[in-house]
């Protein structure tokens, strides 16, 4: 079953930032999507079987912290 989960993420300004919070929660085991809407500061996540605290680590991992 597809699930999609939504996080803002605070401190994202630029095309370098959605890439690196793109590649990191995308590189999560059962995510096939990774929206970023730096306008919003909302990263929206798609897949199977998602893990919320191993999007949060990719997150951080990014740089940057998810509410």
Known sequence: MTQTITYTVAGMTCDHCTRAV??????V???SDVAVDLETKLVTVTGEGLDDQALRAAIEEAGYEAS
């Open 22 to 27: 793109a590649t990191e929660v995308g590189a």
């Open 29 to 31: 085991q059962g995510v």
